[in-house]
């Protein structure tokens, strides 16, 4: 199971979000480890899944300018992160490893979904 | 020194202090004019307590002569059907424990060993929402009731029945030197005063009777909350006097109904609302609960928000839209509170930023009825009642006993036009509720594969494994992001019984076996889902069910932190603009990782995992629940996500 997660961030490595707003470059393996450390999972899972103390965040995320605007200028229930305290290129290398999020199975695929 | 010689030593000492009591008589040495100075002795003293230990055996011998006091006590108990009593042993309460024992045969009630009073306290806390009724408790005065107060708070929030004994050596003159006088008190109880609704130290058998019963019966009133009784020791152990002793009849007082007028003009407001909506906490006490808030919502064609205090309403009803609720509050032009803990929660957001965001959910105009308990009983320090909400109505009762009466009144009130208006809601409803699903069944696939086990797939494979069964949920399910509630499909009442109440960590594990205890009888698989941090406040819990074979699947969600903490500690660092990277640092249960499964290994228990790969979860399940459902408890270690 790592193994497959490490092929689909390193294809999605050094990705350009040309689709995803103004987003530099970059590093979504860089990312994965970024958003473990500044905390981004403590709320919104490991892969940005969501649950009861956070948003869904991937797979499919927000436009970069609208994701980066909300975590540079929130003041509802999740904090801001200033730059001082997360670059601007970590916030795009979080950003990447979002965007490099595979999609889920369809829920009808999976036996333990179903009633 | 020989035995022989120790005696002879011991019995000389005593002898000597006996007669230096006569010769240090201040009278005669006064009399005298002149103090002659103390002969030297040969060798020390023994100390007060060795002397007790040593000497006071023939006295203890006399007591025995007669019926004791504590088979009288046995009675009592028997006569209010308690069927267990959990006990942590100790010297105040040997009396009673001992005739528990031998005269009561250790049936009915049957004593449940226990490694810790908090531990006990949490297991009588989850019995009770299963069973109705309470286990009492059994422990020591002073030190023993210091360790149960936690939990005893949580009862109290959760509103559960609970009767709590304690030994205490009340008479300073009789009393053992030494620890036993160290752990004895004037108020043993007044430590718990706060959140307790009654408590009592009796000063006779008669009393003490009387204190029992009307203990039992004040608990069981809603509201229904622990009660405590500190129980002499020198009652339990001395024979009865020969006095007429009688056990009082227990009637238990009916739970007070709502005012007829009040209740009236509830009805009118509810039928006449074009968007009324029930918000129900701890409305339901038990199956008939249940079905009363499920005939009131059908009856107005009204949503239902159930905050999971108990389980108030099936998941699987249309008019279920739990996960709606503050849109559905915000959109109410009627809003009926049932035995909310919250109400001012409910009506009003709060953001936790560093202002501390509070804004009103209620559109202008929006009547508040408010129905429960919380009004007639209620104390002053600890803040559990919340903040002050305002209502339009505000009926003092008991929701449970006032919803058949509220029923009929709504039925009176709508006319068959406006029932029929109102049916055209639930066709709405159904949608909103159908769509709900399909978002939830969605959002459990993302991260289907990830490790940690994220806390949907473990949900769903619990629910795959257990959905043919006649199962039970005991745990509550907020740390695991509801998906309990947004998977499974809950029915009955008994699937459910919320949670702590007070949120005091440490309720998870106890209430879980308290809850499977009350189980075991209906032949229920129970299901918790236990977090690690919790488990470690007193793990020797598992100890118990295994002692007492309390069948238990425990499926823990380890995420191997205090997490909600760590948030806050993030949070704090966030607004401060210091950083994150360690908010690590005192919150999180690492370095080294416990091994939960070895933990349970060791005190006798089946122990799996840890599970990090979420394709183990199934199998490892399959072979617990085989296990669980011959009569044992097991324990599964899941590494899984934070929420």
């Known amino acids: 199971m790592k193994r497959e997660v490490g092929v689909w961030l390193a294809a999605a490595s050094w990705v350009v979000f040309g689709l995803c707003g103004s987003a530099p470059a970059a590093d979504a393996m860089k990312g994965k480890q970024t958003f473990v450390r500044v905390g981004c999972f403590e709320c919104h899972g490991h892969v940005g899944q969501g649950g009861v103390a956070g948003l869904k965040l991937a797979p499919d995320p927000m436009p970069f300018d609208a994701f980066a605007n909300f975590v540079r200028t929130t003041s509802g229930q999740m904090p801001r992160y200033s730059t001082r305290i997360l670059s601007d290129d970590d916030l795009a290398d979080i950003y990447a490893y979002l965007a490099s999020v595979p999609k889920p199975p369809d829920p009808k695929s999976i036996p333990a979904l179903s009633r | 020194m020989s035995k022989v010689d120790r005696r002879k030593f011991l019995a000389s000492v005593a002898v000597a202090g006996a007669a230096g009591a006569v010769a240090s008589d201040g009278k005669a040495a006064t009399t005298a004019g002149i103090v002659p100075p103390s002969p030297r002795p040969s060798a020390l003293r023994p100390s007060a307590i060795v002397a007790a230990a040593e000497s006071a055996a023939p006295a203890a011998l006399a007591h025995a002569e007669g019926r004791p006091g504590s088979d009288f006590m046995v009675d009592v108990l028997r006569s209010l059907k308690l069927d267990y009593i959990a006990t942590n042993p100790a010297s105040s309460c040997r009396g009673l424990h001992e005739s528990l024992i031998n005269y009561g045969n250790n049936t009915r009630p049957e004593l449940l060993t226990v490694m810790h009073e908090e531990s006990g306290t949490g297991m009588a806390h989850g019995y009770a929402k299963v069973a109705g009724k309470p286990m009492a408790l059994l422990f020591h005065g002073t030190v023993g009731l210091q360790h149960a107060t936690m939990a005893l708070y949580n009862a109290w929030c959760d509103r559960v029945p609970l009767m709590l004994m304690v030994g205490n050596h009340m008479d300073a003159a009789t009393r053992p030197p030494g620890v036993p006088t160290t752990h004895s008190a004037q108020d043993p109880l007044s430590l718990v005063r706060d959140f307790t609704k009654w408590d009592d130290q009796p000063n006779s058998l008669q009393a003490c009777a009387e204190a029992m019963v009307r203990a039992y019966k004040i608990a069981m009133t809603p509201p229904m909350e622990p009660v405590c009784l500190a129980l002499d020791a020198h009652l339990q152990e001395h024979p009865q006097n020969g006095e007429l002793l009688s056990i009082p009849k227990l009637t238990l007082t009916a739970p007070p109904q709502g005012d007829a007028n009040a209740v009236r003009e509830a009805a009118r407001l509810l039928a006449a609302a074009e968007r009324p909506v029930i918000v129900a906490d701890r409305a339901a006490r038990s199956a008939a609960g249940m079905r009363a808030v499920v005939a009131l919502a059908e009856a107005l064609s009204a949503p239902v928000v ?29 809003i009926l509170a049932l035995e909310l803990t919250d109400l001012w929660g409910t009506l009003n957001a709060f953001v936790d930023n560093p202002r501390g965001t509070r804004t009103s959910r209620l559109k202008p105009g929006a009547k508040v009825i408010n129905l429960g308990v919380g009004d007639l009983y209620i104390r002053a320090n600890y803040q559990d009642f919340q903040r002050f909400a ?98 499974w499909d809950f029915e009955q009442h008994h699937q459910f019984i919320g949670g702590s109440g007070g949120a005091g960590v440490g309720y998870g594990l106890p209430g879980a076996i308290g809850a499977a205890l009350a189980h075991r009888s209906e032949g229920r698989l129970v299901v918790n889902i236990q977090s690690d941090g919790d488990l ?39 607004w401060r603009d210091r950083g994150v990277d360690r908010s690590r640092i005192g919150t999180t249960i690492e370095d080294p990782f416990i091994d939960y499964a070895k933990l349970a290994q060791s005190m006798g228990m089946l122990g799996i995992g840890p599970i990090e790969d979420p394709k183990d979860l199934a199998p490892a399940l399959k072979r617990a629940i085989g296990i669980v459902k011959s009569g044992d408890p097991v324990l599964i270690d899941v590494v899984s996500a934070p929420r």
């Open chain 2, 306 to 334: 159930d905050q999971g205090g108990r389980l108030n309403m099936p998941t699987t009803h249309d008019l279920n839209q739990s996960g709606r609720g503050p849109a559905l509050v915000g959109q109410a032009d009627v």
């Open chain 2, 390 to 487: 305002e209502a339009d109505i505000s009926i003092g009762a008991d929701a449970e006993a006032t919803l058949p009466a509220l029923i009929e009144a709504v039925k009176r009130e709508l006319t068959p036009e406006q029932a029929a208006a109102n049916a055209k809601r639930v066709d709405d409803l159904r949608k909103a509720r159908a769509q709900m699903r399909e978002r939830s069944l969605a959002a459990a696939t993302l991260g289907w594969d990830s490790s940690p086990v994220t806390t949907a797939r473990l949900a769903a494979e619990l629910w795959a494994a257990i959905k043919n069964e006649n199962w039970a949920l005991v745990s509550p399910d907020f740390f695991v992001s509801r998906w309990p509630h947004r998977l």
């Open chain 2, 536 to 574: 470690m406040y007193a793990p020797g819990a598992l100890w118990t069910a295994v002692h007492h074979k309390i069948p238990l699947l425990s499926v823990m969600h380890n995420n191997r932190a205090y997490h909600q903490e760590r948030m806050h500690v993030q949070k704090v660092g966030n």
